[in-house]
């Protein structure tokens, strides 16, 4: 990395840039919290069980999907052709008020069912022939009991319900379902994204050749961050690893500030995510800019410009970090959209400050990655995939390079070129399409709810 001249900018990136025998102690830190969790000892990872089992990759027929996982919702009538193959039917996206996010549980529910009924239309009634099996995305924390009952765990994302913790979302959502005449739709699957990206690499990987490995890992890297993985003895355990807190190493003054400030998630939780993911990339770079403004001849603009907390997203910060020309036109009009003049120097450095802080969000989802894969196989002697879904990962030019990058610097050469990074763009409808699949296969009766 080479570093710029102006010192301050120089000294920021190296605190960026922690050591690789840091990382490797936080690979280390990360199979111990899988190894707490499981034995069901005090640890920040959950290791969650999903009751999910891995598709053969032959799954047919239709399946509705419900993805609920923050401000934006999105109900898919998703057909699964086997040999891999999925599309969509038809598909509706809308947006959760405020009052919703905020209001009784029962408000939400109706909304996704007012969906499901827009989506399937009278082919969901009680006369339209078989259950047509529902696959619910829910990227809330949940405790499982079996595969189509899911109890509510306190809600994250900025999100406080009435009515819901404790709650089964499952039978929440049958009896909205049922409100609207919706009889024939099931909910034969509660997941998260993480899992769902999983199923369907496995799904594809397995419809090309039934001999197929499946995916191993799951990942999500965009507003947020998880990873949900298949382990020997243990199927297929959702980490909840955004919260995984071994992260005492590499911490900055910049990320201890941010952590100790923010009320949602709380200080101590969600210490991984909140370097990581791209709720909070922009967030970082603010607060540097901020400080080197008070250090440095540079960024001395108005405190208004970028005083006020997230002022700068993730997406503004990829667009300066992607911004090579010479006059760093891309950077200065972003800039310019906060009502900020600023010099070519001035750019330049945040460009590079911005690369420091992707960069590193790529470092240590390589070293939580490494951690769940020697945990699956210590010595890395086989080729793992790891299925990845996410708008960081797939918006932040290069990201999945930075991963790569950082597999090779913990791994080695050798041992990086066996772990596969498998793109499953969108992969939540048609990954909890396949989850749903799977599930109705073996359904088992529910008990009347709500």
Do not use: C
Request: net charge neutral.
């Amino acid at each position: 990395m080479k570093l710029p001249t102006d010192p301050a900018v120089a000294r920021a990136l190296v605190a960026l840039t922690p050591p690789t025998e840091s990382l490797l102690g936080m690979v280390a830190s990360f199979r111990d919290a899988m190894a707490g969790g499981l034995a069901g000892r005090p640890s920040s990872l959950r290791m969650l069980p999903t009751f999910v089992d891995q598709p053969r990759g032959d799954e047919r027929g239709a399946a509705a999907v419900a993805d609920w996982g923050g401000t934006h919702g999105r109900v898919s009538l998703v057909e699964l052709g086997g040999r891999g193959r999925s599309r969509v039917l038809a598909e509706d996206v809308f947006v959760f008020s405020g009052e919703d996010k905020s209001g009784p549980a029962s408000r939400v529910f109706d909304v996704i069912a007012s969906a499901v009924e827009r989506v399937v239309g009278d082919e969901a009634g009680e006369d339209s022939g078989g259950p047509l099996p529902l696959g619910f995305a829910y990227s809330f924390p949940a405790r499982l009991e079996r595969i189509d009952r899911a109890f509510a765990l306190p809600l994250t994302k900025g999100w406080s319900l009435a009515g819901l913790e404790g709650e089964d979302v499952a039978g929440l959502l049958e009896a909205a379902l049922r409100r609207r005449g919706l009889g024939r739709v099931r909910v034969s699957a509660v997941a998260n994204d993480t899992v769902a990206a999983l199923a369907l690499a496995s799904y594809r990987a397995r419809g090309r050749d039934a001999a197929a490995r499946p995916a191993e890992v799951g990942l999500i890297v965009g507003t947020g961050t998880n990873q949900a993985a298949d382990l020997p003895g243990h199927g297929i355990r959702n980490l909840e690893s955004g919260n995984f807190d071994g992260v005492g190493d590499v911490t900055t003054a910049w990320d201890a500030a941010l952590d100790r400030e923010l009320a949602d998630p709380p200080p101590g939780a969600q210490r991984f995510e909140k370097m990581v993911a791209g709720r909070y990339l922009g967030e970082i770079l603010r607060r540097i800019v901020e400080d080197l403004g008070r250090s440095t001849s540079l960024f001395r603009w108005p405190a208004s410009a970028l005083g006020a907390p997230f002022g700068l997203d993730s997406a503004q910060l990829s667009t300066m970090a992607g911004d090579r020309s010479d006059a760093r036109s891309g950077a200065d009009a972003v800039l310019r959209g906060l009502g900020i003049a600023s010099t070519r120097a001035e750019r330049r450095a945040l460009g590079d400050l911005a690369r420091g802080v992707a960069r590193r969000a790529a470092r240590l989802i390589a070293a939580g990655l490494l951690g769940t894969l020697t945990f699956i196989d210590r010595d890395l002697a086989s080729g793992h995939t790891i299925a990845v879904d996410g708008s960081l990962y797939g918006g932040y030019p290069g990201f999945d390079r930075l991963v790569r990058d950082g597999f090779r610097e913990l791994a080695g050469a050798e041992r990086a070129r066996r772990l596969r990074l498998a793109y499953v763009k969108d992969s939540t409808g048609a990954g909890a399409a396949v989850i749903a699949a799977v599930a109705a296969t073996s359904a088992r009766p529910r008990p009347p709810s709500g």
